[in-house]
């Protein structure tokens, strides 16, 4: 398995981590990925709203990288991956928005004619991987740890951009969860917004938001989170002392990036991991599945 790798802004930066570890992971199963390097950010949410030409532009340049490449991209971002998906959706269907989006791409010797499929990592790993492959390489279950699984919002709506699974009733995470010999919590708060997009507008509301999901998780049994973005896990782990405060209580919840805790599965250390990173420590799942 080849991919143009587009990791994102954050985990070239806040959550370095999350690319340090999706590579390491990557060579364990055997996927080669060709890291689109000149690729610039996605845009997030501010982009799409106040330029979406500009928007379609900055990911259509991606797609067409990748188009040259003759690969199809893997993210490990869930608003990147939305934006990605959307942006291919949108050029497929007009051709008078590609054709503009081509004049645009012009001006830097490149063009698209939609030809790239966008895969989040999650998605790989169950679908061009496989379940039954995964099991194979895991040399340290994690059983009896139990993981509430946290998708956010961009990994599942709108269903017809991503389509992957069910918006409002997912499983992916519960497999992915299960492959790796821990036991998945169910909560509702799993597929609501983590608050990170009005986290820099409205800190208050969104660490309730963020925390208010942690404590369900927690009161259901959860003993650590794993999501598949990084700017979840920002607003998750890195927030969860302010959510503390504004909540009154002690959540002390860990959350894994989603190849973390397949990492722990395939036998890496919490060093290769890059475990000490993270704010809210995870040293008891490591004491409890005898990891160091």
């Given amino acids: ?3 143009a790798y587009y990791p994102g802004c954050s985990p070239k930066s806040t959550t370095s981590e999350l690319d340090n570890t999706t590579k390491k992971i990557a060579e364990k199963l055997d996927i080669e990925l060709v890291e689109l390097k000149e690729a610039s950010c996605c845009g997030s949410v501010e982009v799409r709203l106040r330029n979406p030409d500009l928007y379609h532009a900055l990911n259509a340049r991606t797609l067409a990288m990748a188009e040259k490449l003759g690969l199809n991209i893997l993210t490990i971002c869930a608003t990147c991956q939305l ?16 054709e503009r989006t081509n004049e645009v ?6 063009s698209y004619n939609g ?8 998605w790989v790993l169950l679908e061009d991987v496989g379940v039954e492959k995964l099991r194979d390489k895991v040399v340290k279950p994690l059983a009896s740890v139990k993981v509430a699984p946290f998708y956010g919002c961009h990994i599942l709506r ?3 951009i991503l389509g992957f699974d069910d918006p409002y009733n997912p499983t992916s995470l519960e497999s992915f969860i299960r492959t790796c010999g821990a036991e998945p919590v169910h909560y509702s708060g799993k597929t609501k917004c983590c608050g990170f997009h009005i986290l820099f507008v409205n800190e208050k509301l969104a660490t309730k938001m963020s925390g208010q999901h942690l404590k369900e998780a927690k009161d259901n049994g959860a003993e650590c989170v794993v999501t598949p973005c990084p ?5 998750l782990d890195a927030y969860q002392t302010v959510a503390n405060k504004e909540l009154n ?5 860990p959350v894994f990036h989603l190849p973390q805790l397949l990492g722990l599965a395939l036998g890496m250390d919490s060093k290769e991991l890059m475990l000490s990173k993270h704010m809210v420590s995870l040293k ?3 004491d409890k599945i005898g990891s160091v």
Avoid: Q, W, Y
């Avoid at 700017?231 to 607003?235: D, G, R, S, V």
């Fill in 115 to 122: 030809g790239v499929e966008v895969k989040h990592l999650l």
């Fill in 284 to 286: 008891n799942i490591l």
């Fill in 249 to 253: 209580i002690k959540l002390d919840l």
């Fill in 158 to 160: 709108p269903k017809e």
């Fill in 105 to 110: 791409l012009s001006k830097v010797n490149l």
């Fill in 83 to 98: 934006n990605l998906a959307e942006v291919n959706k949108n050029l497929r269907e007009s051709h008078e928005l590609l």
């Fill in 1 to 3: 398995m080849k991919f």
């Fill in 231 to 235: 700017l979840c896990h920002t607003t």
